[in-house]
C-alpha cells in the first residue's frame, strides 16, 4: 500500500517566479492538507482539500493556491515566489476533512528560492 | 500568542532518564489531541493519541488537562533511538473540516 507521495523532493527556484507541487495521498484517504515547515519550526497549515474544494485555510496569502482533482490527488502553487518561501512543503492525507483520524504525510518537498 | 506552544528545547539528556515534554493550546474548543514524532530531515508520523483519562503506550505517557488547556508527554528510560523532534498537534474543527496545529517541536537528544 502506497503512502503518501509528494514530487518533487526538492526543487531550486529563483525570486519571482511560480512553482507546482505535487501530492498523492494514502490509497483510501480522500482529504489532503498542505504544510509549510521552516527550519526550526513546526508546520503551519496551509489549506485543506476536500471534494475538490478547498474547506479551510490557513494565514498564507492568495500567492498560495491549490487544487484537488477527482483522484483526490492535490497540488499546491506559489505565484510569485518570495525568498522567505524557503521552505519543507508537507502534504497530510487524512479521511472525512480530518475528523479524529490519523493524518499521514509525505516526505515534503523542500523548496529553495534564491 | 501561538495557538500551540511547545517547551523551547533542545532537551539533552542521557541514556535512561525520564523527560518530560508540555504544551498549552489557547483554543479550548480544540477537540482532539496527539504527539507526533519527527526524525532529522523526515516527515512527522503520528507517536500517540492523547486522551483526558491519560494514556500509556510502553515507556511513553500522554496527559490531557482540559481546565488547563495542558498536554504532556513523559519519556521513561530514554533510548538513544528517542532522539528527535517531539510535535505537540491540536485538532480544531470548523464545521465539518479538522485541521491539525502544531507546535513549534521541542528537540530530544538522549546521549550515551
Known amino acids: 500500500d502506497a503512502g503518501v507521495t509528494q514530487s518533487p523532493t526538492h526543487l531550486i527556484k529563483t525570486r519571482g517566479q511560480q512553482v507546482t507541487l505535487r501530492c498523492s495521498p494514502k490509497?483510501?484517504?480522500?482529504?489532503v492538507s498542505w504544510y509549510q515547515q521552516a527550519l526550526g519550526q513546526g508546520p503551519q497549515f496551509i489549506f485543506q482539500?476536500?471534494?475538490?474544494?478547498?474547506?479551510q485555510r490557513g494565514n498564507f496569502p492568495d500567492r498560495f493556491s491549490g487544487h484537488q482533482f477527482p483522484n483526490y490527488s492535490s497540488e499546491l502553487n506559489v505565484n510569485a515566489l518570495l525568498l522567505g518561501d524557503s521552505a519543507l512543503y508537507l502534504c497530510?492525507?487524512?479521511?472525512?476533512?480530518?475528523?479524529?483520524?490519523?493524518?499521514?504525510f509525505g516526505q515534503g518537498t523542500r523548496l529553495t528560492v534564491v | 500568542r501561538k495557538e500551540v506552544e511547545q517547551d523551547p528545547g533542545p532537551f539533552n539528556v542521557p541514556e535512561g532518564a525520564t523527560v518530560a515534554f508540555n504544551c498549552t493550546y489557547s483554543?479550548?474548543?480544540?477537540?482532539?489531541f496527539f504527539w507526533y514524532r519527527q526524525d532529522c530531515r523526515k516527515e512527522p508520523k503520528l507517536l500517540m493519541s492523547?486522551?483526558?483519562s491519560g494514556n500509556e503506550d510502553g515507556r511513553f505517557t500522554a496527559q490531557l488537562n482540559r481546565a488547563s488547556q495542558y498536554i504532556s508527554l513523559l519519556i521513561r528510560d530514554s533510548k538513544l533511538s528517542d532522539s528527535a523532534t517531539y510535535l505537540c498537534?491540536?485538532?480544531?474543527?470548523?464545521?465539518?473540516?479538522?485541521?491539525?496545529?502544531f507546535g513549534q517541536g521541542t528537540t530530544l537528544q538522549v546521549k550515551p
Open positions: 497530510a492525507s487524512s479521511l472525512e476533512q480530518g475528523r479524529g483520524t490519523e493524518a499521514f
Open positions: 483554543n479550548s474548543a480544540s477537540q482532539s
Open positions: 490509497s483510501g484517504h480522500d482529504t
Open positions: 482539500y476536500y471534494e475538490e474544494e478547498e474547506r
Open positions: 492523547v486522551y483526558s
Open positions: 498537534v491540536v485538532i480544531y474543527y470548523s464545521g465539518n473540516t479538522g485541521k491539525l496545529i
